[in-house]
């Protein structure tokens, strides 16, 4: 049988191969353990990523409304949904320029660069004389750029780790987004006694409720910077290297290459390519999960303030505080996963199919039935501090109150219970499907350019 072309291009370096004396050194290498370190530090990037997520999905509309108070919620929508369109059109690209130069660490540099800058712009837009919705816009575009970035965090996980090291690797990173999303909504909470006006540090400009959460962010994007620069050792141990083989083989002359490689069946050179159908329905199910997660965080502010008649302060306090307690029930899921990995006891069809059953049981819970004798949605001239605009959407005077408990309880238990378990062994499954190979680009796919464009607007 004679060698493939691809893969006599490997042998051609062969002369490349670090000299090996000692053939139990090289055996170790093929051997390859996970490098926990630098997997530990894309956890404490993913971590970065969560906390900034959570600081702002609160207090955006809120602060939209002081910038601009004839600012409505349709353009609120597009503000949501241009992060997303830069999210989605940045992705592929990103995807694309990890598997060109083999590498996440110089894209994952780059991305947090974006984020940085678009924060900066976010912490100046009300010293601006006009146009303060169109520059969120553009802070907001930056942002999404930059977050594209989180993909490959979550890529080079399962790609680092062998097999049986997966659940709890992939399970690292999903513990640090769980702790970006416990500190990052409590630092919002932490900033609304600074109030609206907040402390005046320079002239002309204040640090406020709303700016604050920026202003970390940006803090935080150096640290992931220098913890990329300087830390993060890429290794893969999960990628299949038939040239370390070879190169192992060459050194014992145990047979000379030729041989080696016209012994192997064709099976053996090359991955059988991954189960489309099965890919397919990770992506579908994906989709589900963020489609619902996205309408809960990017409504989250204005919905409160419609259904249950609170200003804009309370509003960011109530889902800063709702948000912090998901992240809290989201870590103690994951804990199991990281010290116990219970990862390999689950069967992984059963709760991905129970956490899709979950995500109904929310929205059927959280249904404004008009169960309960709550009464109708406030309209917005009837109170000083929400409500629903009647004069602009006729439904707000036939929509039946949801329960304010009915709904926090249920979003923090229901849907975050559903949520962080369907994190975990759902990439854990699409991860074993698409197999040893690079996978930034299955994984584009399965994140971002399905899924993005549900983060759409309000109406």
Avoid at 97 to 115: E, L, Y
Avoid at 212 to 218: K, R, S, T
Avoid at 333 to 343: E, K, Y
Wanted: overall charge positive; some cysteine; aromatic content about 12%.
């Amino acid at each position: 049988m004679t060698p493939r072309l691809d893969y006599t291009d490997r042998v051609a370096d062969i002369d490349k191969c670090p000299p090996s004396p000692d053939g139990e050194e090289r055996l170790d290498k093929i051997k390859k353990t996970t490098p926990w370190l630098s997997v530990y530090v894309a956890a404490l990037c993913s971590f970065v990523q969560a906390l900034q997520f959570g600081l702002f999905f609160s207090s955006l509309w809120p602060y939209l409304k002081r910038l601009d108070p004839t600012v409505n919620e349709s353009f609120f929508g597009y503000v949501v949904a241009i992060y997303s369109l830069g999210s989605c059109i940045a992705s592929p690209a990103f995807g694309y320029w990890s598997n060109r130069i083999k590498q996440v660490r110089i894209p994952t540099i780059f991305g947090f660069n974006m984020m940085l800058l678009g924060n900066l712009i976010y912490l100046m837009l009300d010293t601006l004389p006009t146009g303060q919705r169109y520059a969120m816009a553009v802070s907001r575009v930056l942002i999404g750029i930059g977050s594209s970035n989180a993909v490959l965090l979550r890529t080079y996980a399962s790609t680092a780790s062998v097999s049986a090291d997966r659940t709890r690797s992939i399970g690292c990173v999903a513990a640090g987004i769980a702790a970006g999303l416990v500190i990052g909504p409590g630092l919002q909470a932490l900033f609304t006694p600074l109030g609206e006006e907040g402390l005046r540090l320079l002239p002309g400009w204040s640090l406020d409720m709303y700016k604050a959460p920026a202003l970390l962010a940006a803090v935080v994007n150096i640290c992931g910077i220098a913890l990329m620069y300087f830390v993060f050792d890429e290794t893969y141990a999960g990628l299949k290297d038939d040239k370390e083989v070879i190169c192992w083989l060459f050194a014992h002359s145990a047979l000379s290459i030729t041989n080696y490689l016209n012994q192997l069946p064709v099976q053996a050179k090359e991955l059988p390519p991954a189960d489309l159908i099965a890919v397919a329905v990770c992506i579908v199910t994906r989709f589900t999960q963020l489609s619902v997660s996205t309408n809960i965080e990017t409504l989250g502010s204005a919905y409160s303030m419609m259904m249950f008649d609170l200003s804009a302060p309370d509003a960011v306090r109530v889902n800063a505080t709702s948000q912090a307690v998901q992240g809290v029930a989201a870590a103690v899921i994951l804990l199991p996963f990281l010290f116990l990995n219970i990862g390999k006891r689950l069967r992984q069809r059963t709760v991905n199919i129970a956490c899709v059953l979950g995500f109904i049981a929310f929205h059927l819970i959280t249904y404004p039935w008009g169960f309960g004798n709550v009464g109708r949605v406030t309209s917005i001239s009837e109170s000083e501090l929400g409500g629903c605009d009647a004069e602009r959407f006729s439904w707000c005077t036939s929509t039946p109150r949801v329960n304010f408990w009915v709904y926090y309880v249920s979003l923090c238990s229901v849907f975050e219970v559903t949520y962080a378990f369907s994190n975990v062994v759902l990439s854990t499954v699409f991860s074993k499907i698409i197999g040893p190979r690079r996978q930034v680009r299955w994984f584009i796919l399965n994140f971002k350019c399905l899924l993005e464009p549900c983060r759409r607007k309000l109406l």
